[in-house]
């Protein structure tokens, strides 16, 4: 099976910072990876897919880039929005659809 | 506007079953795949199944594999999960999500609805 490992689990920023969240498979996946956006009680949101496709809707500082095994979530200057919960997911291999671990972004 | 809500959850005992419903609205439900997505409390995100925009091909997780059921009612805009043997290692919430595609299989999930509890206690 696939795993996904995000690094790091936790990351502690503050507003305007510069943030990357790595994601990395254990196989190659091709492009065939989303991330997804939660916060505290509510469901997910995807903001990328296709590895650096931005969902219609996701403010621009959010981007996607990577290929394969190793895949990166940058968001350019943090808002206070932006903190939540963070998740990768492949879409390439069997099982498919499996998530990252996660990686929780606080105020710092 | 774009919605999906689920229903159905609720406290069940071990080996007993559930099924849960999810009510599509806002876009045109037979052109895309479908999904059921869970959450334990505290954890993270674990994809459940999967079902193409005419019910021709689904797909399962291994945890859940010969236990639970994944169908659609395109007439009635409706998803279906019939969870069957439930056991303690299913509690969660279980969300709704539409996938980009009419494939449930290598497309991300763009709409999710807010999530229904499932307990499995005694």
């Known amino acids: 099976d696939i795993q996904l490992t995000q690094s790091p689990s936790f990351l502690s920023a503050s507003v305007g910072d510069r943030v990357t969240i790595t994601c990395r498979a254990s196989q190659g996946i091709s492009s065939y990876l989303a991330w997804y956006q939660q916060k505290p009680g509510k469901a997910p949101k995807l903001l990328i897919y296709a590895a650096s496709t931005l969902q219609s809707g996701v403010p621009s500082r959010f981007s996607g880039s990577g290929s394969g095994t190793e895949f990166t979530l940058t968001i350019s200057s943090l808002q206070p929005e932006d903190f939540a919960t963070y998740y990768c997911q492949q879409l390439n291999s069997y099982p498919p659809h499996t998530f990252g671990q996660g990686t929780k972004l606080e105020i710092k | 506007e774009v919605q999906l809500v689920e229903s159905g959850g609720g406290l069940v005992q071990p080996g007993r079953s559930l099924r849960l419903s999810c009510a599509a609205s806002g876009f045109t439900f037979d052109d895309y795949a479908m999904h059921w997505v869970r959450q334990a409390p505290g954890k993270g995100l674990e994809w459940v199944s999967g079902?193409?925009?005419?019910?021709?091909?689904?797909g399962y997780a291994d945890s859940v594999k010969g236990r639970f059921t994944i169908s659609r009612d395109n007439a009635k805009n409706s998803l279906y999960l019939q969870m069957n043997s439930l056991r303690a290692e299913d509690t969660a919430l279980y969300y709704c999500a539409k996938g980009l595609g009419g494939s449930w299989y290598r497309a991300a999930f763009d709409i999710w609805g807010q999530g229904t509890m499932v307990t499995v206690s005694s």
């Open positions: 079902i193409s925009w005419n019910s021709g091909s689904i």
